[in-house]
T-cell receptor
Framework: NAGVMQNPRHLVRRRGQEARLRCSPM?????VYWYRQLPEEGLKFMVY????????ESGMPKERFSAEFPKEGPSILRIQQVVRGDSAAYFC?????????????FGPGTRLTVL | GDSVTQMEGPVTLSEEAFLTINCTYT??????LFWYVQYPGEGLQLLLK?????DKGSNKGFEATYRKETTSFHLEKGSVQVSDSAVYFC?????????FGKGTRLHILP
């Protein structure tokens, strides 16, 4: 059973470009979470999605950031018009529908560098 | 709001030394508590968890006890190995999200 998969592992963008980060949850998992890790910081929650629904986006910046988890295919975190402050590691996690104690399984992360 | 505070690193120890990484939390109610480990270049792996007061989580020689009276969840290991070098995150769950401490980087010298 493959774990949570994220791609690309490393992404370089220039200021003003768009960044698209992909996450494929573990088999059988229908809940996806995105977290951001700024340098020397812990992970901060961004958004929680189920198939075709955003459940909690309380950690998402109000502008330029969006997330989706379509019926088919991976979850996408999209950052429009990137700025240097968006440089960070972005981690996706997934859990099954009946996760006890909110145990989440994390992917290897995408490290975004904005030049 | 809820938060997690853990000791700052880096922590450098010799192989076979005793390890303690302190973690305290602030939360309403009784969240579940976790320790995650991040090896270089990898994602986070759940190391251990405890779901109620006085529970002890353990895995790979690591232990942590959920102490409600001191709101703590300190990580311990009796004899560390070079392969334990990583960043360790203390965390709690709140609704649908996990709240993390800033992480403690651990270096083990041979």
């Amino acid at each position: 059973n493959a774990g949570v998969m994220q791609n690309p592992r490393h992404l370089v963008r220039r200021r003003g470009q768009e960044a698209r980060l992909r996450c494929s949850p573990m088999k059988g998992h229908s809940h996806v979470y995105w977290y951001r890790q700024l340098p020397e910081e812990g992970l901060k929650f961004m958004v929680y999605l189920q198939k075709e629904n955003i459940i909690d986006e309380s950690g998402m910046p109000k502008e330029r950031f969006s997330a989706e988890f379509p019926k088919e295919g991976p979850s996408i975190l999209r950052i429009q018009q990137v700025v240097r402050g968006d440089s960070a590691a972005y981690f996706c996690a997934s859990s099954p529908p009946s996760a006890r104690y909110n145990e989440q399984f994390f992917g290897p992360g995408t490290r975004l560098t904005v030049l | 709001g809820d938060s997690v505070t853990q000791m700052e690193g880096p922590v450098t120890l010799s192989e076979e030394a005793f390890l303690t990484i302190n973690c305290t939390y602030t939360a309403t109610g009784y969240p579940s508590l976790f320790w995650y480990v991040q090896y270089p270049g990898e994602g986070l792996q759940l190391l251990l968890k405890a779901t109620k007061a006085d529970d002890k989580g353990s895995n790979k020689g690591f232990e942590a006890t959920y102490r409600k009276e001191t709101t703590s969840f300190h990580l311990e290991k009796g004899s560390v190995q070079v392969s334990d070098s990583a960043v360790y995150f203390c965390a709690l769950n709140r609704d649908d999200k996990i709240i993390f401490g800033k992480g403690t980087r651990l270096h083990i010298l041979p």
